[in-house]
């Protein structure tokens, strides 16, 4: 009997939390988190030359996990359909829980073709996340305009919610940028549904924008299960550097990753000093082994 009022009395408190502040159980333990990925992105000058040769070259890096981008109904992933894709990644030891999508079409008229064809292509390379990269500036000229652009996140996250799929946001720094009282982010934090609606946490444009991931977390708990890991160069911020070598402090916010929900992290490097396999080398071996023991002491 004993164990079991103490069970009721845990999820009573649960419960609680839940109705107080419903985001917080959205939260993974960031014991949880073991892995490392980077945004192919940051191999775009090579990765269209041959695709399972930099596949091999990332999981050599030591990233297991990768996130994808420029995905098209015609080329798939760089000439390979969703299936061949998760295949050429499984060889070599890697998953794609990620993806970056461009759903331009979508938020301008609200078809869902576009975003049907996306589902179908992230559920068939084994994705969990369909992430919105960006949005076309003509699609955000007022409030009205970050309005629709919430709700048709809404109704996104319901149609990827049906297949068993979750739609994410990724931030730049236009997102901040003031207008009519309000900023675009600040309106999609407010008016989509945590239920639905995630967001990928790019740090370098967070604070490239002035302002604090740290506060952005403690603000909106649980809503921030994908983080960008981009670190800032000390004397030029308008250019990227190797993880640990720049300005931002990972670590502090290591510490508070499980209040953000922190689920996958995700190297992401626009620009390069070194050589570029030698860069992301140095950047995963500090995230191996910095940042995922801090994630599991926070």
Not at 109 to 118: K, P, Q, V, Y
Request: charged share 20%; net charge neutral; glycine share 10%.
């Amino acid at each position: 009997m004993t164990k079991r009022r103490e069970f009721l009395k845990q999820a009573g408190a649960l419960a609680a939390v839940a109705y107080a502040q419903p985001g917080q159980l959205l939260a993974a333990p960031a014991a949880a988190i073991t892995k490392v990925g980077i945004q192919l992105y940051s191999l775009r000058d090579y990765i269209g030359q041959s695709t399972k040769s930099v596949l091999a070259k990332v999981a050599q890096a030591g990233y297991q996990e990768v996130e994808t981008y420029g995905y098209s109904p015609a080329t798939g992933f760089w000439g390979m359909q969703p299936a061949e894709f998760k295949a050429a990644l499984a060889a070599q030891g890697l998953t794609t829980p990620s993806g970056h999508y461009g759903l331009d079409g979508y938020f301008r008229d609200g078809s869902e073709t576009e975003l049907n064809g996306i589902i179908a292509a992230a559920k068939g390379c084994g994705q969990t996340y369909v992430v919105v990269p960006s949005l076309d500036g003509k699609l955000l000229q007022s409030v009205a305009d970050f309005k629709t652009i919430a709700s048709r996140l809404n109704q996104a996250g319901k149609r990827c919610q049906a297949a068993g799929l979750r739609i994410g946001y990724h931030n730049h720094n236009f997102e901040f940028k003031p207008l009519g009282g309000t900023t675009l982010y600040e309106v999609l934090l407010k008016e989509t549904d945590p239920k639905l609606v995630d967001f990928e946490m790019d740090i370098y444009w967070v604070v490239r924008a002035g302002q604090d991931p740290l506060e952005l977390i403690k603000a909106h708990p649980g809503r921030f299960p994908l983080w960008h890991v981009k670190d800032m160069n000390k004397t030029r911020p308008e250019l990227n550097t190797e993880i640990g070598t720049g300005s931002i402090d990972f670590r502090q916010l290591a510490a508070h990753a499980q209040e953000a929900g922190l689920k996958h992290l995700f190297m992401e490097q626009e620009n390069f000093s070194l050589d570029a396999y030698q860069s992301i080398t140095q950047s995963a071996a500090y995230m191996k082994n910095t940042l995922l023991p801090a994630l599991q002491k926070g």
